[in-house]
């Protein structure tokens, strides 16, 4: 059974950071694609980062320069770390992963529609 559990979010100043943690279980996470996505309120789903089983990332434009995903596949757990932080990161974040052969087809893609499993969601709050 696949399990995702992430933790780390919290309040901030603008320019601050954190780091979220993804603590999966049930599956390797180093076989499969795994992402994280933010949405608010009234919003869709937005990709924010995502590396696949070979170590390439890709990430919004959004977050460029200023977050920066990884994994730990020893703790089988996934990171994003978040710097320069700015009120419109507001938002709760969700780690997600699919299937490895249906990671391949969406290789470096970040729409939410391609991740079957879902965490149940960290807040971040930026504040000005």
């Known amino acids: 059974q696949v399990l995702l559990v992430e933790s780390g979010g919290g309040s901030v100043p603008s320019g601050g950071s954190l780091r979220l943690s993804c603590r999966a279980s049930g599956f390797t996470i180093g076989n499969y694609c795994m992402a994280w996505f933010r949405q608010v309120p009234g919003k869709e789903r937005e990709g924010v980062a995502r590396?696949?089983?070979?170590?390439?990332?890709t990430y919004a434009d959004s977050v460029k320069g200023r977050f920066v995903i990884s994994r730990d596949n020893a703790k089988n757990t996934l990171y994003l770390q978040m710097n320069s932080l700015k009120p419109e990161d507001t938002a709760m974040y969700y780690c997600?992963?699919?299937?490895?052969?249906?990671?391949?087809?969406?290789?470096?893609?970040?729409?939410?529609?391609?991740?079957?499993?879902w965490g149940q969601g960290t807040q971040v709050t930026v504040s000005s």
């Open positions: 590396i696949d089983s070979d170590g390439s990332t």
């Open positions: 997600a992963t699919d299937r490895p052969h249906d990671c391949l087809t969406t290789f470096q893609a970040l729409d939410a529609i391609d991740f079957a499993f």
